[in-house]
Structures are given as C-alpha cells and as structure tokens.
DNA sequence: GTCTATAATAGGATAGAC
DNA sequence: GTCTATCCTATTATAGAC
C-alpha cells in the first residue's frame, strides 16, 4: 500500500471513529506512520485528504447496499436483505454520522458524497418498492419515494437510538418493525 | 437571567449548532458575553457546563414530546401528531445529534441524558401503540417496543437524510412513508 | 462573583533540508 | 517524496487581582 492510500485509510478510520472535528491531522499522520511533509505533499490539507477519504467510504457503500437490493427475490426480500445486512451498530455509519458536523455540511467537498451516497439510495430503494407495487407485493397507494426514504431513515435512526442506548438492541427493534410495517403492505 | 444561566443557554445553543467537540469554552464565554472566570466560577469545567445543559434540553424534548402523545385522539393520531410536530429539520435533533461524537457517547454524565430521553421517548410511543392494539386500531402481531423503535428511528434518521441533502424535504418524505405504513395496520 | 493574566497542550499548516 | 523544524492560533484550563 502507498503512502497516499494508506493516509485515505487512516483517514477513512478516523473519520469514522471520531468525526471530522474530531480528526486531526497530527492524528492521521502519527495512526498512518508518516510525517507531516508526506500528507502535505499529497493533499492540500485536512480537507483535501477527508474529502478523499470520503468519496472512497462512500463508494464501498454504495457497492455494498447495491449487491443486496439488485440481488434475486421479491421487494420485500431484498429491503429485508438490506435491513439486516451485518453491521457494526454501534460505530455507526461512516457516511451518515458525517450529516452531524456543520463543517462537512457547509462544504461541498465534504458533503457531496453523503449527499450523492443518499440520493443514489434512496433511488435504488424507491426503485425496489416501485417493483414491489408493480408485481402486487406491495399496496400503490403509497409514493415509492416516501417508502424509500422511511427505509434509509430507519438505519440512520436506529444507529442514532443504538449509540444513545449504549447497545445494538434499539438498531434491531427499529428494524423488525420497520419490517413487519411492510409486511403489512 | 443569572449569568449561570446565560452559560447554560449559551452551551445549548451552541452544542445544538457545532457538536460537542466543536464547541469550546472560549465560543460560549463570548457569546454568552461573560469572561473565563465565570464559568470556571459556576462549573468545573466543559464537561459539567455541557451536561447541565443537555439535561435542560432533555427536559423541554421530554415536555414537548409528552404533550404530544398524551393527547387526544387515536393512537395514529398521536402519533401522527408527533411525527408531524414542526421541527427546524436542518439543524437536527438538539439531543440525538450528541449520539455522534465519541466524547458525549464515552462519558455518562453526557450520555446519561440523551440515553434517558430515548428510553422515555420509547416506552411513551410503545404505550401508545399498545394501547391502539388494544383498541383493534392496530394489529398486534408486532410489538409495540417494535413499532415505537421504528417511529423514534423515522424521526432520528430523517434529520440524517435531510441534511446530507441539505434540504427538509427526506425528512417529510421519511415521515409521509412511516404514516402511509402505519395506516395499513 | 467576575475579570484579566498566564500557561501547557493540540490544531493546522509552511519551510526547507535530505 | 519524505522528514524535521518552525509558526501561529485555538483549546482548556489555573492563578490571582478586583
């Protein structure tokens, strides 16, 4: 691994673990074993390299989250697959945890690609539900849309329950029944 | 107000805008227009001043939140009276947006109160739901618990969604999809 | 109680040697 | 390309005067 790749890695990590605020550059280079010079020459600055680093976490969640919803079965088996799809509740999620710091948000950089990461979701699962109606698994009388972002909204939030309650338990609760809402459908 | 106040609500402002991380003791000596002595007079420290506010925010979420869900009306109603309660959407959930910094999640004095929020938070809607089960408004093939994680998670989620996007519309649209689901119970 | 020093450490970056 | 030295500001307090 270069230097340059294993400074986004470090930084990837960071990110995930302690925010942009909360990330410094002096802690990218001593956990990633490299000097100053060696980030400054690569990046222009911390975010520079955070930007980086995020368009890399983002892209490996979107081929994840997009290998369970292409995958085969009805609507309702592939968001369950999406929903139960293993993770590490309680370190959150390194895309959406980054809406939380008024930095990333105020710049376009930062913020493009959890932005781009949720818009490009909620499509695929608007798209999925929008199947769903078509082959009568699910009822129309709902938009696609509204589905889709209750869908996404629920990981988010059961992160944010999960980290709250000090457990996993909350993410799970919230997305049995998340799933039994839509087997009523 | 008493210059202890002024800290207090200077802090939550504050925590609510940058975080717990981003926000500095200088930051909140200034705005609160009060020097350094003051509020290592009244506080000893950071820590305690940011606790004692997020314990005052609980508080008024709790209060408001309640009002809600006591209320008149049918379980769906109430819920819905909650879900579609007027929220400033962008800047997030003064208490759940604590969820995200490591500093706030390892410490239990800062912990303490969002965890209790969200616990309270739950066991109101579960009761909620139950009762609607109760009366035939819901069907009781899923638990309450369940169903009340998956609301709180809509609500926490869809400020994730809106400002990744940088606009409210996710949120409604998360909130629209929860209601459409809830009514085909 | 409140204020103004003062201070040790960290944040974020530049300069220049190698 | 990588390193160390240096710089300026911010962070988070403590000390002591008023």
Redesign the pocket.
């Known amino acids: 691994m ?3 790749d294993r400074l986004i890695e470090t930084t990837r990590e960071l990110l995930w673990e302690r925010g942009y ?1 909360g ?5 990218i280079q001593q956990r990633a ?6 980030m ?3 990046f ?4 520079d390299l955070a930007a980086t680093a995020l368009r890399r976490t983002a892209e490996q969640l979107r081929a994840g989250a997009g290998q369970l919803l292409a995958g085969p079965g009805t609507a309702y088996r592939r968001i369950e697959a999406y929903l139960l799809a293993e993770r590490d509740v309680l370190r959150g999620c390194p895309i959406g945890g980054m809406t939380q710091d008024p930095e990333v948000v105020a710049d376009p950089a930062l913020r493009g690609p959890v932005q781009e990461t949720f818009a490009w979701l909620g499509g695929r699962l608007a798209a999925v539900v929008a199947e769903g109606q078509a082959a009568g698994e699910f009822t129309a009388d709902a938009d696609p849309a509204d589905l889709a972002a209750a869908v996404a909204a629920i990981v988010q939030g059961g992160y944010a329950l999960a980290r709250a309650a000090g457990s996993p338990e909350p993410f799970h609760q919230a997305v049995r029944g998340a799933l039994a809402l839509l087997r009523a459908r």
Chains 1, 2 share one sequence.
Do not use: D, E, R
């Open positions: 270069t230097t340059q605020v990330t410094s550059p002096k802690a074993g490299v000097g100053q010079g060696s400054y020459h690569h222009t600055g911390k975010p």
